[in-house]
Structures are given as C-alpha cells and as structure tokens.
C-alpha cells in the first residue's frame, strides 16, 4: 500500500474508532444518571444527595453463589455532583446462598473523611455493614444467615425505609431481578482510580 492510502486508511480509522469510544463513553455516562435518577426518586435515598459530601454509584452489581459465592460491578464516585473517579467493588462470601441477581448500589459518603477513607484505593466494608434496600412491590424474609429482599416493579413506585450514616457512610441497593437468598454488603471491597489518574 502506499503512503498516501495507509495515511488515509490510518486516519479513517482512528476517526472511527473515536467516535465509537465517545458513543460508548455516552452510553456510559447514561447508565449512571439513569441509576442516579433511580435512588433521587426513592423515598428516603434522595435527601442524602442534598447532605452528602459526594457518593459512588453502581449501575449492576453482579452477584451469584451456591454456597460459595462472588459478586463485582463497576462504578464511579461523585463528589459536589462531579465525577472524580471509577471504582470497582468485589465481594467473596461463604455460607447459605443459592441462586444469582444483579442489583444496583450507591454509598454516599457523609463528609470528606468518608471520602478519603473510601478512596484510600483499598477500602473493605465489615462483616456487620448493611444496606436499605430500595422496594418496588417488594418481598422480604428472613432466615438463619440474616434477611433478604426481592423487588419488583417500575422506578416510579421505589421507597426506602429509614436510615441515617453509619460510621459516615449510608448504602442504598435496588434489586434488578434473580433470586438470592443472601443480601449483604458486609465483605465488599473497593478499588479506586481517579479520573485521569
């Protein structure tokens, strides 16, 4: 091939591939204000984005087991309403579960130490962490390992029930579907990486 078609094929090409990465950096920012959307219109979860110092938000968790089980999802953390970096948190638990879901998260963080504390690069949650599951025509029982909670139904109809920080962080999930018979959030593990870092 010579220079002159190379040059033009090369050009073509990062042109496309441009523009497909900032489709799917679109697509991307949409999945999280699509997310956000959820938890501002959910009872309880909305008014801690007027009184926290910023939150990470995960569109899909991914969580499986039958006895052993795992979950991980991607997320990204805001502070003032500005993204300032990506997260991804993964989980390992052991016990009575059975069955998978897919579910979405947020964790607002109550002031700057939060915060710093969370994006340490390092962060776990410990065994007595819980969530307030955000229902939608929702279901609940309890068991010997703790409660569950399914839900059903559409982003209009969610509600929480009371919460308030704890040790300066307050964790909302909505179920997206699936069947697990174990919700916690005790075990997970964050990574961070700011933006641009």
Known sequence: M??????TFTGWFLGLALLFGA??????????????????????SSAFFSNSYGYAVFPTIGKGGFGVGGARGSGRVFVGGQPVGDTTMTQLTVGFQIGGQGFSQIIFFEDERAFQEFSTGSFEFGANASAVAITAGASASASTTGSSAGASGGSKNATTAGASYYKGMAIFTIAKGGLMYEASVGGQNFSYRPLGG
Do not use: M, P, V
């Open 2 to 7: 010579n220079t002159t078609k190379t040059k």
């Open 23 to 44: 489709s799917l950096t679109a697509a991307e920012d949409d999945k999280y204000e699509e997310t956000l959307e959820l938890f501002r219109s959910a009872g309880d």
